[in-house]
């Protein structure tokens, strides 16, 4: 007689996932589990400790793109196992990142014959972007200088001191001094003359900004070109530009054709931009043009040849995949500029709606200029009781990311909230966020204020005659002191 | 009376989308176009011109892996719209990030306490990877050479003849020399006895690879550090080793976990590992380890600040997506250890069936060992009637991508096919493998040889019929060489960028 047994290894196919042993036991962090478990719990426990992460499209700090048609999202996973760097086995997708290039190349005005393709590739994201852009620019300083017999080991950049972390990266990591032009109080951007000023002849190139991470604003690059050409001409340097237009460059073009910013302006060499920002693809993809090839050392180019057709290829990621890029096509072509051009007038609309309903509350100044990216920065005309810390620490309950800011040198009295609007942020929600700062308002007059108190505290402390203090003191004081307390919570101006 | 007229934009709702006119005319190329398109169209526009690429899953070529579980392709579409820098935002997607870091750290023996975290960061591949660790290694011999007041202008890094290609973008944009140990014919992958030797004090570090990508090799890193250490004791030099196991990395802890190659040997300070390789994620994301903190110069760290924690950084992108890393963590908590070693079993098992499938038909040499990354290198034993290009080529045909190399120097003269054996490479794919590539070896025997090739090997007689009577007798080796050198020039392949 046989003797059955029943094998009991049973949390697979009976139980259902929450009543398995696997939901039991924390999940594994510092060491690879021993054993495999079933999909469908690695998939609901993953799942469930991701519902804790911040909603993206509620995340009002970030420009990077949060949405995308569902047909275009069909598009992503299919082509989510395809390796972009195999340019023989995918040539179509190879192809239609050249389409990119030279589409982008041509919106930027770029002085390309009828029959020439442009230089240009597709990055990670606009980190990549200008790293590639500055190692260009260092390289073919690098020649010059050996050329006349000149050291060449302590290259730098003229920027303004709004510049995103990754240029500071890029100086750090490729050796290159960065020269920044500090900022002043209600002057936010770089000042075209400063930054003439702090060229010398070891400056590789002045880097102008269109679309400040802070407020939004377009740097004067046209001021920037005249008199850079200048100064050119008495000293015989041949300083050239680049433009960082991560934010700005998939909004100029459709909103402010008239502004000369770009390929126009002779002395401007390169541009970047985030294809992921306004360029209206999910996170991961960025593009670089040079104006010709001349720009482009030649020695940084490696040449893959496949099938007879040579693809150089300059970008310091190898593998990563194509989603992005087959995105970024699908939005040029089913777009088109009429559907670009609607979606950032469109954008520029719901950041009306909400200056307005900001400057109806009476509480705010707003820091950032009609003309420029669609945000509104506004910070408290009155942050003696209460600061912009708080106010973004409480819109977060109501399920809003709005981040508070610092500005950078010599500012750094300002503090500013910034509202990023996105194709997805709609007049709805502009309303909705207008109710919801209200609401927030209402609850902090009727807290006591956390930094009076400390300040009272100090004084006492120091039995000393309180010294009349003018209106920017104060300020300094309290941002200073608010600084200080949340130093180690917040970032203060590396922003995204 | 108001007149109505029908607004014939039609195209839209009415015709299907084949009719419509946006499939009639070209497709824009080169400039935007000035008006929209229907989401339809753009979409099957878009996806039509890719039926054109080729399968991924029958991309032989590659490493990277192509096919994931539908759970984790419900992961990943979920979080493909969050920006994984964000990590105010997304605290826990930047938890797992540092989940998987000590996981990995842990899978090297990185010599980590209980309580403390490994050193590490994910990153976009195994290029950014490897970027990162040679720009620690550059600036910590910098920090040393300026303490000792010696010049640092001339840093080098020394490695086989046979890294990728990322090794080489790494020296040309940091400004390092590359000192290349070249490789002879049967020894494919770097001499530790000669990398040694070319160490001089401007060495940065030594730089050994666990999985070669021609060969799939595993480099002797055992005796790569013993005599490191020698020639160190020697000289006070102190230069460090750096492992590049982008593909060896996943496989040697499971499949050979005596090998004594990661953190646990006193020289190797960092370790980078492809997550899309035999990490089993998509396309996107790698690893890189560092022995501890001492082993990052701290002024490459950028500090963000977040709720009380520090969190530091170091990568060279910004902005990514987070669907990889999640993907990658999805795979260490689904398969675990055993899964892992199971599915590299797998490949192995599938590794060697190939293999005897291509030694039963008696015409091809294997040059991959047993011990190394699953896949199959295998050369022709003679060239003289038709290449590997030309299988290559056939093998097209069929559906399949089996790319034809030849090796860097000192072996150029040696031309290899090679098939690399991934999770989704089945028995039965392998199987029809083999048996396709016996219906191309039949037909290329059936083929008269290509007149051209032979005549490259006479001299400047024009009377064509009887040279091959007066062709000058070459061994096979000699033969071998020109053939390689004639096709690699009229097919323009690359020769030794691999990924």
């Not at chain 2, 300026?146 to 990728?164: C, E, H, L, Y």
């Not at chain 2, 963000?304 to 669907?323: H, R, V």
């Not at chain 2, 690399?420 to 191309?440: G, P, Y």
Request: charged share 25%; net charge negative; with cysteine.
């Amino acid at each position: 007689m046989v003797l059955s047994k029943i094998v009991t290894r049973t949390d697979t196919p009976i139980d259902c996932t929450f009543a398995s042993r696997y939901v039991q036991t924390a999940p594994p962090k510092y060491k690879m589990p021993e054993n495999s478990i079933p999909k469908e719990a690695a998939y609901q426990i993953i799942n469930d400790e991701l519902m804790l992460d911040g909603n993206p499209r509620l995340n009002l700090a970030s420009f990077v793109t949060t949405w995308m048609e569902p047909e275009c999202d069909k598009l992503i996973m299919d082509s989510i196992n395809k390796n972009y760097v195999d340019m023989d086995e995918y040539p179509v997708t190879t192809e239609l990142q050249n389409r990119c290039v030279n589409m982008i190349a041509n919106l930027f005005n770029a002085p390309l014959g009828d029959g020439d393709t442009a230089v240009g590739v597709g990055t990670v994201g606009s980190s990549e972007a200008i790293m590639l852009a500055g190692l260009a620019f260092k390289r073919k300083w690098q020649n010059k200088m050996k050329q006349l017999g000149k050291p060449c080991d302590k290259p730098n950049i003229v920027t303004g001191a709004n510049v995103q972390v990754c240029w500071e990266k890029f100086a750090r990591y490729f050796e290159v001094e960065l020269k920044e032009v500090k900022l002043s109080e209600g002057y936010y951007v770089m000042d075209p003359e400063k930054a003439v000023e702090m060229v010398d002849e070891n400056t590789i190139c002045v880097a102008a900004i269109l679309g400040s991470t802070l407020n939004g604003e377009f740097e004067d690059v046209k001021r920037l070109n005249d008199l850079l050409v200048e100064k050119n001409k008495e000293t015989g340097w041949d300083t050239p530009i680049h433009v960082d237009a991560a934010s700005g460059g998939f909004i100029a073009p459709f909103l402010y054709p008239e502004l000369e910013w770009d390929f126009r302006l002779p002395l401007v060499k390169s541009i970047n931009v985030s294809g992921h920002k306004y360029g209206l693809v999910y996170a991961g993809i960025g593009w670089v043009i040079w104006r010709n090839k001349e720009d482009l050392p030649e020695e940084l180019i490696f040449h893959i040849n496949y099938l007879g057709a040579d693809q150089p290829t300059f970008t310091l990621n190898f593998s990563k995949g194509s989603s992005q890029i087959i995105a970024q096509y699908y939005q040029l072509i089913r777009l088109g500029f009429e559907g670009y051009r609607n979606i950032m007038e469109n954008c520029q609309e719901n950041a009306l709606v909400l200056k307005a309903g900001l400057e109806k509350t009476g509480r705010f100044n707003i820091v950032s200029k009609d003309e420029g990216v669609p945000l509104v920065a506004f910070s408290l005309k009155d942050n003696s009781r209460h600061t912009e810390f708080e106010v973004s620490d409480m819109l977060r309950r109501s399920g809003w990311i709005v981040p508070a800011y610092t500005m950078p040198p010599n500012a750094q009295h300002v503090t500013v909230l910034r509202v990023v609007i996105r194709e997805d942020f709609s007049r709805t929600l502009a309303e909705r966020l207008v109710n919801d700062i209200e609401k927030v308002l209402v609850e902090l007059d009727s807290f006591p204020s956390k930094i009076t108190q400390k300040l009272i505290a100090t004084e006492e402390e120091h039995h000393k005659a309180v010294v009349k203090k003018t209106a920017i003191e104060v300020q300094r004081e309290v941002t200073n002191a608010w600084r200080k307390m949340i130093a180690d919570r917040k970032k203060t101006n590396g922003v995204c | 009376m108001v007149v109505t007229t029908t607004i014939s934009d039609s195209d839209e709702h009415l015709h299907s989308t084949f009719a419509s006119r946006y499939a009639r005319t070209s497709l824009p190329k080169f400039k935007i176009p000035l008006g929209s398109m229907p989401k339809d169209a753009a979409y099957q526009i878009v996806k039509d011109e890719l039926m054109l690429d080729g399968n991924p899953r029958l991309n032989l070529a590659s490493f990277v892996t192509t096919w994931m579980e539908p759970e984790c392709d419900k992961l990943i579409m979920a979080s493909i719209n969050k920006n994984y820098v964000d990590m105010d935002v997304y605290p826990v997607t930047t938890e797992l990030q540092n989940r998987c870091v000590n996981m990995i750290a842990h899978l090297f023996n990185a010599p980590v306490g209980e309580s403390e975290t490994a050193v590490g960061v994910g990153t976009i591949g195994s290029s950014e990877a490897i970027m990162l660790a040679g720009l620690a290694f550059k600036r910590k011999w910098q920090a040393k050479r300026k303490a000792q007041g010696k010049p640092t202008d001339k840093p080098n890094i020394v490695t086989g003849a046979n890294v990728q290609v990322c090794w080489e973008k790494f020296a040309r944009y940091f400004e390092v020399e590359l000192n290349e140990v070249k490789l002879k014919e049967g020894y494919y992958v770097m001499d530790p006895a000669k990398a040694v030797e070319m160490v001089d004090e401007n060495t940065i570090c030594v730089a050994a690879i666990l999985g070669s990508t021609l060969t799939g090799e595993f480099e002797d890193v055992k005796l790569l550090n013993e005599l490191l250490s020698k020639k160190n004791k020697e000289t006070g030099w102190d230069t460090p080793i750096h492992v590049d196991a982008a593909s060896g990395g996943f496989i040697a802890p499971f499949l050979h976990p005596e090998l004594e190659w990661d953190f646990s040997l006193p020289l190797v300070k960092s370790i980078n590992v492809s997550g899309h390789k035999y990490g089993l994620v998509y396309a996107g994301v790698g690893w890189v380890v560092w022995r501890s903190k001492e082993d990052l110069p701290d002024e490459l760290v950028f500090h963000i600040n977040y709720l009380g924690s520090d969190q530091p950084t170091f990568t060279l992108n910004f902005s990514k997506g987070s669907s990889q890393i999640i993907a990658q963590y999805y795979q260490f908590i689904r398969l675990g250890f055993e899964g892992y070693k199971d599915i590299m079993e797998s490949c192995m098992e599938n590794a060697k069936l190939l293999k005897q499938g291509i030694t039963k038909t008696g015409k091809f040499d294997i040059l991959s060992k047993d011990i190394g990354v699953p896949l199959v290198a295998f050369s022709l034993k003679d060239s003289s009637r038709y290449t590997v290009f030309q299988i290559s080529e056939s093998l097209r045909r069929f559906g399949w991508i089996v790319p034809a190399y030849t090796m860097p120097p000192d072996a150029e003269h040696v031309a290899v096919l090679r098939v690399v054996i991934r999770e989704d490479f089945s028995h039965s794919l392998a199987e029809r493998l083999v048996f396709d590539i016996e219906k191309v070896i039949k037909e290329m025997e059936d083929l008269p040889p290509r007149v051209s090739l032979e005549s490259d090997h006479f001299t400047l007689d024009h009377k064509a019929d009887e040279q091959h009577l007066r062709k000058k007798p070459k061994n096979a080796d000699e033969g071998k060489k020109e053939i390689c050198s004639y096709w690699r020039r009229i097919s323009g392949k690359k020769t030794s960028s691999v990924c």
